[in-house]
C-alpha cells in the first residue's frame, strides 16, 4: 500500500511524523492493548529517503521522525507498508 501526504508549515518549528499501527484494545479486557503490526517498507520526506528497508511499527512502539520546518515549506510525505509477516 502507498500513501503521499503533501502540507505546508504554518509556523517556524518542529514537525514529528509517528509511523503506528492499529490502536486496537483486547474485547474481553479493555484494559489491554492488542499489538497491530504494520510493516513499513518505505518512508521518505520531500523525496529524501527516511528508510527502504522493513521496519515493523505497532502503535506503543512507532517508528518516529523528527524535522525542522519553516513557515511556508512545503512538507511531501510518502510512506509505502504491508501487513506485518505477509511475506510469510
Given at each position: 500500500m502507498f500513501m503521499e501526504l503533501v502540507a505546508k508549515a504554518a509556523v517556524d518549528g518542529k514537525l514529528t511524523v509517528d509511523l503506528k499501527g492499529i490502536y486496537a484494545r483486547n474485547?474481553?479486557?479493555?484494559s489491554k492493548r492488542i499489538p497491530y503490526?504494520?510493516?513499513?517498507?518505505?518512508?521518505?520526506?520531500n523525496d529524501k529517503v527516511i528508510f527502504d528497508t522493513l521496519t515493523p511499527a505497532w502503535h506503543d512502539k512507532p517508528y518516529s521522525?523528527?524535522?525542522k520546518v519553516e513557515?511556508?515549506?512545503?512538507?511531501?510525505?510518502?510512506?509505502q507498508w504491508l501487513p506485518h509477516r505477509s511475506d510469510v
Open positions: 474485547p474481553a479486557d479493555k503490526w504494520i510493516d513499513y517498507t518505505k518512508f521518505c520526506v521522525c523528527d524535522m513557515a511556508g515549506q512545503e512538507i511531501k510525505i510518502q510512506v
